[in-house]
T-cell receptor, first 110, second 116 residues
Framework: QKEVEQDPGPLSVPEGAIVSLNCTYSNSAFQYFMWYRQYSRKGPELLMYTYSSGNKEDGRFTAQVDKSSKYISLFIRDSQPSDSATYLCAMFQGAQKLVFGQGTRLTINP | GAVVSQHPSRVICKSGTSVKIECRSLDFQATTMFWYRQFPKQSLMLMATSNEGSKATYEQGVEKDKFLINHASLTLSTLTVTSAHPEDSSFYIC????????????FGPGTRLTVL
């Protein structure tokens, strides 16, 4: 079993839809949770960073962490074609290395 | 967010040559940098962790004599692919950890290596 599980998709939705991306994890020691967006042939860009259970909102993006269920989510409201990318969840504990999900390929159709 | 640069962005070389890739943190000092490799449509695979002033820690299965890492300063780490072969062709990405910002990790734009 992988430490972090993420549905690779692909996921295709119409413009304006609400997108929900999810990851589950098995290591209860993970403390910090991140969502990265990666466009084709580019490095990952940090979107959201949380270190506690609950919700964190930034513009159209909301990150949700449920440590009791070992489940994290990223919601994108009013999705735009420019949101089309691969979204990677990642997490770590202390000063340890990042553990990534497989990445979900998302396409927003105009 | 913080900025991490990589150079070159793209390199094409002949089999048997060595290639050096630079990773710089532009607006913060990174005691720890990481080197990843990414194949098409796959997630990032950690190759090694680079700590300033000490030897890099390599992940299982990564040849340390093949992929030489140097982290000589708090803002610069280099990855040298020695005696490159076509199977080394890949997308190499570095990241840097900001110790003063909850250990957030910022990625460079990546280097696409093609070995002919």
């Amino acid at each position: 079993q992988k430490e972090v599980e993420q549905d690779p998709g692909p996921l295709s939705v119409p413009e304006g839809a609400i997108v929900s991306l999810n990851c589950t994890y098995s290591n209860s020691a993970f403390q910090y949770f991140m969502w990265y967006r990666q466009y084709s042939r580019k490095g990952p860009e940090l979107l959201m960073y949380t270190y506690s259970s609950g919700n964190k909102e930034d513009g159209r993006f909301t990150a949700q962490v449920d440590k009791s269920s070992k489940y994290i989510s990223l919601f994108i409201r009013d999705s735009q074609p420019s949101d089309s990318a691969t979204y990677l969840c990642a997490m770590f504990q202390g000063a340890q290395k990042l553990v990534f999900g497989q990445g979900t390929r998302l396409t927003i159709n105009p | 967010g913080a900025v991490v640069s990589q150079h070159p962005s793209r390199v094409i070389c002949k089999s048997g040559t060595s290639v050096k890739i630079e990773c710089r943190s532009l607006d913060f000092q990174a005691t720890t940098m990481f080197w990843y490799r990414q194949f098409p449509k796959q997630s990032l695979m950690l190759m090694a962790t680079s700590n300033e002033g000490s030897k890099a820690t390599y992940e299982q299965g990564v040849e340390k004599d093949k992929f030489l890492i140097n982290h000589a300063s708090l803002t610069l780490s280099t990855l040298t692919v020695t005696s490159a072969h076509p199977e080394d062709s890949s997308f190499y990405i570095c990241s840097a950890r900001d110790p003063f910002s909850y250990n957030e990790q910022f990625f460079g734009p990546g280097t696409r290596l093609t070995v002919l």
